[in-house]
């Protein structure tokens, strides 16, 4: 059975950083898109980060330049690194492992909150 477990969620204050993991463990082959999202309360679930098998990566605009998700291969981990974090970036975050049409597993979440 696949699972994916996320990790690095904590409470930072604004301007800080942090790093969330995101490990697969059980047979997953062939995944198209690895990402992060976030729930904030009261809000919808939004995507925040992408990257493709081939490496190509995209971001939601409110993350971009402060931001970086990639993938490590050998560790079957995808990474998301968070700078410069504010307020607005406290959430729940979530890691999703998709190949098209086949599988769509999502993590349990891991909560990042930013103090002012």
């Known amino acids: 059975q696949v699972q994916l477990v996320e990790s690095g969620g904590g409470l930072v204050q604004a301007g800080r950083s942090l790093r969330l993991s995101c490990a697969a463990s059980g047979s997953i082959f062939s995944i198209n898109v690895r990402g992060w999202y976030r729930q904030a309360p009261g809000k919808q679930r939004e995507l925040v980060a992408t990257i493709t098998a081939a490496g190509s990566t995209n971001y939601a605009d409110a993350v971009k330049g402060r931001f970086t998700i990639s993938f490590d291969n050998a560790k079957n981990t995808v990474y998301l690194q968070m700078n410069s974090l504010q307020p607005e970036d406290t959430a729940v975050y979530y890691c999703?492992?998709?190949?098209?049409?086949?599988?769509?597993?999502w993590g349990q979440g891991t909560q990042v909150t930013v103090s002012s």
């Open positions: 999703r492992w998709t190949r098209i049409g086949v599988y769509d597993y």
